[in-house]
Every structure is written in structure tokens, then in C-alpha cells.
């Protein structure tokens, strides 16, 4: 894919989540919702995410990879906590460049998985150990 085309994805997606999807995603209860620490600011930040519980880990692919902002502040601080149908779970995320993010997303929500193949520009894998 051209470098050009995949800037242009990365400005489209950051824009349509930020200021349309994201402020009405994370009011619904249904949602699953990342929360991390941010790495600049040091307040918490939820994002709207999919994905799945399987055994003690939540699994999920973002779209953009080291390119999420949510993806940098795992790596300035991996513990997060993942809210899945209203329950709250803490963790710590792993990004994991090694697994198949195609495959991976085979494995979850079909839905979520479409959207984040069609804008997807650097498809990082990430693993979220849960600690209760």
C-alpha cells in the first residue's frame, strides 16, 4: 500500500474516531473500553476497542500499531484495565509484532475486525494478560 494512502487512512481514522465515534462509543455500556495511563499527560484515557476475553487474556488488534496513541502509552506503562460487558478488568498489555494480525482478527468480533482490516495501516496484535 503507498505511503501516501496509508497517511491519508491514519488521518481519516484519527479524525472520524476522535471526534465522532469515540465521545459516543464510550458512553455506551455495552462498549469494551481500554483505559490506559497517558504517557504525556499522566490521566487516564478510554478508548473504544474490540475484542475478546479467552482464558485470562483479552486479545486485540489496533488499527494503526505503534501509531495509536493508545499503543504508546502501553508501552510507557503496560498496566491497563479492559471493561468487557460492564465488568472492569485490570491487566497488563503485551504488544505482540511477532503474531499474525490477520489471523488473529479471524479469531475475533467479526464486526470490529472488518472495520479495523478496511482503515488498518500497521496491524499490531496485543495481549492483555488479566490480573482478575
Known sequence: MASATKAW???????????????????????????????KSGKLRQTPVGGKIEDKHFWMVSNHGGQSDYVRNIEANPSVRVRVGGTWHNGIAHPLPEDDALARLKTLPRMNSAMVRALGTHLLTIRVDLTN
Open 9 to 39: 487512512r491514519l488521518r481519516f481514522d484519527r479524525f472520524f474516531h476522535r471526534k465522532l465515534a469515540n465521545p459516543i462509543t464510550t458512553r455506551m455500556s455495552d462498549q469494551i473500553l481500554l483505559e490506559t495511563l497517558g504517557r
